[in-house]
């Protein structure tokens, strides 16, 4: 470089050092020659990985592809200024007002050029959400929900805009007074609004409360009222100005889901059988009823963790083992423990689980039952000790004959005893309430004379039985009596001393209320998804209408502003600063909403720009850097494998920011041989995927289980010490097959 260049650079770095925007110099071989600190700063990167450094190298493969046909203009002599929206590398998607000035040589040729780049973003960004917001109060207004009204106290006269014509069924154009206005409050109303407009200060002007109207055609609304009262310097209220909202339609839906909530409980709480739920983490939400009578305790020790405190501790890990081990993979379980009952006993309980999804098909935790099966157990329990007894004195048959009637009488479980011609030997007096026989006339009758209905296979299960086979039936159920029942049974032969086949032992034990409860249980999951679901819709219309409501009310003292008014220049000052404090309140309440619900831009602009503006912000949020590229991707990517895509890869990248210890990420999404490619990056300190799998967080499990939905895998490589890649993969052509309804 020519010591006169060099002269010129150095007074250009002296001129910028003060300056607050970017300002490079590059060459017409597309390098940079020069670079401010503000520069630097804002594309995250040392000068002296930027200087002397080709700009596709620092600022990414299509940023420069995007900013090319600028370079191009500029090196033909042109002066340029554009504001562009690009993904540069490092910093992710911007918007950029850039003014480039081409640079002559001696002999008046174009040799490079000066850049001077303002980063726009914000500015945009606002610009944006002030259009949307403009458009979302012009829909509201249009659709009659909400007015705008102003209430002079002088006059009493009230002016409102032209939609509380048909939410207050008034004529359009009729007169309309406060006294008239205050006629139409619900009688059971009134004293609340009065009571509530009585508490109006200069401190405390503002006003929000909801109440019923009578229209003049009778007809009852709810109504939401969000104003300001202005008052004169002697503290009367000169004039109120605000936005009034018809909220009947939510009051109905939470009357509905009020109902709906009331149903589930009162099934849960009658139900014949124990009910729990647990949420995502693996915690206690909820116990019916028949569980607080059963344990005794309150219901805030019940919940967490609480219901383990009660499970022998013999029992306890096994339990937990079963339960982690059927969380993690998402899937039904059953489980027999001892549990404590209020007066200190232990108690046998079968307890099943299942998992719970939303209507969208996303994990929601689970519900289950327990019933009491104590009998049954002590049943088993005196069948193994008889047994280990018949064992130790087969040569003593008359001992044998004896426990076995005594056994045989009072075992709390169904038990008959039949020889080769299934004639009675012995019978429990659970079997005979079971069946409904008379114990003392059944004995050396036969099975067949009892029941002579008896279907074809059970005479088949009995002739196998008898040919020595020993067969069993953890379900099974027939029609008797014009009802359904449903027994567990085992039947096996038994011996006599010398080796022959004497007959068979049936055990059969009624399972009925089991299955009674699990249909129960299935029955209250639904209802519980139903309410979640309107919970859902409930809570979609009630912020809907609190964000528009502030919006209008902001909007009406907007407009006060530009009207002018008499107040003094401070208390203007002083309204104006809460002004801008409430819109970026709104701001910032609106963001937070779009982070938690759905993404509206995955739905509008697709998955590569939903995936970059997530990168974007979570980097902006959490102070990390997101290396975000996408190439190839599909025009037309269904919005199930979108979703589950982009579920992955917030799932993904907060994992990496929370536990990987690194602050730097790479994501690429691609498009690969009709499959689509999702790869999360991190240098971090890595982990053993096994073991996390197995551990309480559901995070990787979560991820694989949304690729399952549309036949997709993901893969997890990590090193101690060695980062950790993540890849989802998922074909896009014809041939594949997606679960709907995904979140």
Request: include cysteine; glycine fraction near 6%.
């Amino acid at each position: 470089m020519q010591e006169k260049e060099l002269r010129a650079l150095e007074t250009m770095e002296m001129l910028t050092k003060q300056m607050s925007v970017a300002v490079t110099r590059c060459s017409q071989d597309f390098r940079y020659v020069w670079a401010n600190e503000v520069y630097a700063d804002w594309i995250r990167r040392p000068l002296n990985e930027i200087v002397d450094h080709p700009i596709s190298e620092v600022l990414g493969k299509h940023a420069f592809e995007a900013l090319l046909p600028h370079f191009n203009r500029v090196l033909s002599g042109e002066k340029i200024h554009y504001e562009q929206e690009t993904n540069f590398q490092g910093i992710g998607q911007r918007w950029t007002s850039a003014d480039y000035i081409p640079n002559f040589d001696s002999t008046g040729t174009v040799d490079g050029w000066v850049a001077v780049v303002v980063d726009i973003t914000e500015r945009k960004k606002a610009e944006e959400a002030l259009r949307e917001s403009e458009e979302r109060l012009r829909l509201a207004a249009e659709a009659g929900r909400m007015f705008a009204y102003s209430w002079d106290a002088a006059t009493d006269l009230i002016e409102r805009s032209g939609e509380s014509a048909e939410i207050l069924g008034v004529e359009k154009d009729a007169a309309t007074t406060g006294a008239v206005v205050a006629a139409m409050v619900h009688p059971e109303d009134k004293e609340q609004v009065e009571a509530t407009l009585a508490k109006l200060t200069a401190e405390t002007p503002n006003l929000r409360i909801a109440y019923r109207v009578i229209r003049p055609d009778g007809k009852v609304i709810w109504l939401e009222r969000n104003s300001r009262a202005y008052f004169d310097e002697h503290g009367k209220i000169k004039r109120t100005v605000g936005m009034v909202v018809d909220i009947t339609e939510r009051k109905r839906a939470e009357e509905a889901v009020s109902e709906s909530e009331q149903r589930f409980r009162l099934v849960a709480d009658t139900a014949p059988v124990v009910i729990w739920m647990t949420d995502t983490d693996k915690l206690c939400t909820y116990v019916n009823k028949p569980w607080l009578d059963l344990t005794g305790r309150p219901l805030h020790s019940e919940l967490g963790n609480g219901w383990a405190e009660g499970i022998h501790p013999e029992d306890l890990q096994s339990c937990m083992n079963t339960y982690t081990k059927a969380f993690d993979r998402r899937e039904e379980f059953r489980m027999e423990y001892r549990l404590r009952r209020h007066d200190g006993e232990y108690r046998w309980i079968l307890d099943i689980g299942v998992p719970r999804f939303s209507h969208h098909a996303s994990f929601a935790g689970y519900i289950g039952i327990a019933v009491d099966v104590t009998e049954r157990k002590l049943a088993e329990e005196a069948l193994q000790r008889l047994n280990r007894t018949l064992e130790g004195h087969t040569a003593l048959l008359q001992t044998r004959e004896e426990l076995l009637k005594i056994f045989v009488k009072n075992v709390p479980a169904g038990v008959a005893m039949f020889d080769r011609d299934m004639r009675y030997l012995q019978v429990s007096d659970r079997f005979c309430a079971d069946y409904s026989i008379d114990s003392s006339q059944v004995l050396g009758r036969s099975h067949y004379e009892l029941f002579p209905d008896i279907p074809e296979r059970w005479k088949e299960i009995h002739r196998r039985a008898l040919q020595g086979e020993t067969l069993r039936a953890d379900e099974d159920c027939w029609d008797r009596e014009g009802s359904t029942l449903w027994v567990r049974w085992e039947i096996r032969p038994w011996w006599n001393p010398e080796g022959s086949q004497g007959g068979v032992l049936l055990f059969a034990e009624d399972i009925t209320r089991i299955k009674q409860s699990e249909e129960t249980l299935s029955r209250v999951n639904q209802k519980l998804i139903q309410a979640q679901e309107e919970e859902r819709t409930r809570i979609a219309r009630e912020l809907h209408d609190d964000i528009c409501q502030r919006i209008a009310l902001l909007a009406v003292r907007l407009g006060d502003f530009r009207h002018g008014n008499r107040e003094s220049l401070a208390q203007l000052r002083c309204a104006l600063g809460k002004a801008s404090e409430e819109a970026q309140d709104l701001g910032a309440d609106v963001q937070a909403l779009s982070h938690r619900l759905h993404s509206s831009k995955l739905k509008h602009l697709g998955l590569t720009v939903a995936a970059a503006g997530f990168c974007r912000e979570f980097s902006d949020q959490q102070g990390v850097k997101i290396d975000f590229h996408s190439e190839s991707l599909p025009k037309e990517l269904s919005d199930e494998i979108s979703i589950c895509l982009f579920r992955v890869l917030q799932e993904a990248v907060q994992n990496a920011a929370k536990h990987s210890g690194s602050r730097h990420f790479q994501v690429l999404l691609r498009s690969r041989s009709n499959r689509v490619e999702l790869t999360i990056h991190d240098s971090g300190i890595g982990f053993d995927p096994e073991i996390a799998l197995h551990r309480d967080g559901i995070g990787l499990t979560s991820m694989r289980e949304r690729m399952k939905l549309i036949n997709g895998e993901l893969s997890v490589e990590s090193e101690l010490q060695r980062g950790t890649t993540i890849c989802a993969r998922v074909a896009c052509g014809p041939q594949m097959k997606t679960v709907s309804n995904l979140s």
